[in-house]
């Protein structure tokens, strides 16, 4: 008798032990449903990153800019003489500051320096330059306000607000408050 006709020697598919064989469906579908639960959550979980990543540095942009916007008001403050009262817009929250300031340290040579809104955005301008701007597009400012405070007679300071929001997601709000004294308001 031939080898292959051999009942004993052919394999009998019936008796064989099915786990030999690949998969079931159950098992199919349990992978594929676990496979797709890792993979929610992954994404998920990268969805968040970015989404926390994105609104630090929405943040870092409005903080920038807020310290940019601060670091020019307090210059040029500390070194005024005095505020223009008739050429700034004061009390409001689309306001402007003109001050009457030196140019170099030491020099008697006066002139106007103006920190102003234009076009949503914080602009600085020295007499006779070119202005420049302190925050980006990105960012709104829905608060621009000089307040001028005087203690007492001969003392003169300014009280500034600002609020800044981002065009990209506006429920993110920056807001600071200062305060500070002319150098021609300090007592001598």
Do not use: C, W
């Amino acid at each position: 008798m031939p080898k292959f006709l051999d009942h004993k020697k052919v394999p009998n598919l019936k008796f064989q032990d099915s786990r030999f064989f690949g998969f079931t469906l159950i098992e199919v579908i349990l992978y594929v449903g676990v496979l797709g639960i890792l993979l929610i959550a992954i994404s998920s979980l990268m969805m968040g990153t970015m989404d926390n990543y994105k609104t630090s540095s929405i943040r870092d942009e409005l903080a920038s800019s807020g310290h940019q916007v601060f670091g020019f008001f307090f210059r040029e403050t500390k070194n005024a003489n005095s505020i223009d009262i008739s050429d700034s817009v004061l009390s409001n929250d689309l306001g402007s500051l003109v001050l009457s300031t030196p140019f170099q340290f030491g020099s008697n040579y006066v002139g106007e320096a103006t920190i102003y809104l234009s076009g949503g955005r914080v602009m600085f301008q020295r007499e006779g330059e070119t202005p420049l701007v302190l925050t980006s597009d990105n960012i709104e400012v829905t608060k621009f306000k000089f307040v001028r405070v005087t203690p007492r007679a001969g003392l003169e300071g300014i009280r500034f607000y600002l609020e800044l929001k981002s065009k990209a997601k506006p429920e993110e709000v920056f807001s600071l408050t200062t305060f500070t004294m002319l150098r021609g308001g300090y007592v001598q």
